[in-house]
Nanobody, 121 residues
């Protein structure tokens, strides 16, 4: 499975960004977004099953971020609204190969490169 993340950039606090993750290769059971800020560990942001019947969000993302998938292609999105400076990080998409669903990095088998999100105050 190959994952290509994009959509990061510089935005002012309160603004919005939409991240994209293009997936190709084998079928997967779940997709997720994680982020890693400088000097911090990678943390979970959001996840969904490929069918879209189950979603999960980190507390920091609830009410502001939405994970979704375009059924016409293999793109997973992360819509981020009301961004805060503490959302500044490199954002990574990840895919889980076999059945199941998880919210830790150990639950995912394939990773894309990061896309940088910078939120200015």
């Amino acid at each position: 499975v190959q994952l290509q993340a994009s959509g990061g950039g510089l935005v002012q606090a309160g603004g919005s960004l939409r991240l994209f993750c293009d997936a190709s290769g084998r079928t997967v059971s779940a997709m997720s977004w994680f982020r890693q800020a400088p000097g911090k560990e990678r943390e979970f942001v959001a996840a969904m099953t490929w069918r879209g019947d189950r979603k999960s969000y980190a507390d920091s993302a609830k009410g502001r971020f939405t994970i979704s998938r375009d059924n016409r292609n293999n793109t997973v999105y992360l819509q981020m609204n009301r961004l805060k400076p503490e959302d500044t990080a490199a954002y990574y998409c990840a895919a889980r190969r076999f059945s199941g669903f998880g919210t830790t990095s150990y639950d995912y088998d394939f990773w894309g490169q990061g896309t940088l999100v910078t939120v200015s105050s």
